[in-house]
């Protein structure tokens, strides 16, 4: 069964960091491309980052560019995403993702909203 957790959100103030974390399980880690996409009340869900693990490739939404960063424990099949400068537009729920079906590559398709997500971390940004 394929399980995403994610963890470390909270309430920061703007120009601070937060790291998110997400622990996975059920599937093979390394074989997968695995994202973040974030949802704020009353928007629709932003793809915010993915990243190709086998291939250690990864792509950004232009809103974060420059400040948020995706990484990998291969080790403890983890995925974060350190969270720099951030700015009150970053408040949402941000949700670990995985691309099960293995349709898309990262970099190459955008950041779509892949078929397996978590319960979601929330950030809440402060002004």
């Known amino acids: 069964e394929v399980q995403l957790v994610e963890s470390g959100g909270g309430l920061v103030q703007a120009g601070g960091s937060l790291r998110l974390s997400c622990a996975a399980s059920?599937?093979?880690?390394?074989?997968?491309?695995l994202g973040w996409f974030r949802q704020a009340p009353g928007k629709k869900r932003e793809g915010v980052s993915c990243?190709?693990?086998?291939?250690?490739?990864?792509d950004y939404a232009d809103s974060v560019k420059g400040r948020f960063t995706i990484s990998t424990d291969n080790v403890k099949n983890t995925v974060y995403l350190q969270m720099n400068s951030l700015k009150p537009e970053d408040t949402a729920v941000y949700y670990c993702?995985?691309?099960?079906?293995?349709?898309?590559?990262?970099?190459?398709?955008?950041?779509?909203?892949?078929?397996?997500w978590g319960q979601g971390t929330q950030v809440t940004v402060s002004s």
């Open positions: 993702e995985v691309d099960i079906t293995g349709i898309y590559d990262c970099p190459g398709h955008g950041l779509p909203l892949y078929d397996y």
């Open positions: 059920g599937f093979t880690f390394d074989r997968y491309v």
């Open positions: 990243i190709s693990i086998g291939e250690g490739r990864s």
